[in-house]
């Protein structure tokens, strides 16, 4: 079993930043490396959405709704993939989940809440 580990989420003010972690402790560098890796979110009573994806390439792809304000990235060496998220807005509040795609597998971490609030 691939355990993921997310961090950094906390309450922000509109317009304010945010830098997500995902650390992946128990996997070697060499799995991690070829991991591709994705962030969701999802808020209560709705469906986990796609939020952003880096490829073992360092290939990225978002959703179109947080394009131009997140980043996502990986530390292979600290087997940790991040995301950082600008000018977050009330809309972006929910839980973030981080996610693994080991071979045919996939793993979830259980989550880091981010609430946007004045």
């Known amino acids: 079993q691939v355990q993921l580990m997310e961090s950094g989420g906390g309450l922000v003010q509109p317009g304010g930043s945010l830098r997500l972690s995902c650390e992946v402790p128990?996997?070697?560098?060499?799995?991690?490396?070829?991991?591709?890796l994705a962030w969701y979110r999802q808020t209560p009573g709705n469906q986990r959405d796609f939020v952003a994806t880096i490829t073992t390439t360092g290939r990225t792809n978002y959703a179109d709704f947080v394009r131009g304000r997140f980043i996502i990235s990986r530390d292979n060496a600290k087997n940790t993939v991040y995301l950082q998220m600008n000018n977050l807005d009330p809309e972006d509040t929910a839980a973030y989940y981080c996610k693994g795609i080991f071979g045919n597998s996939q793993f979830w971490g259980r989550g880091t809440q981010v609430t946007v609030s004045s």
């Open positions: 128990r996997v070697s560098k060499t799995t991690f490396r070829i991991a591709e």
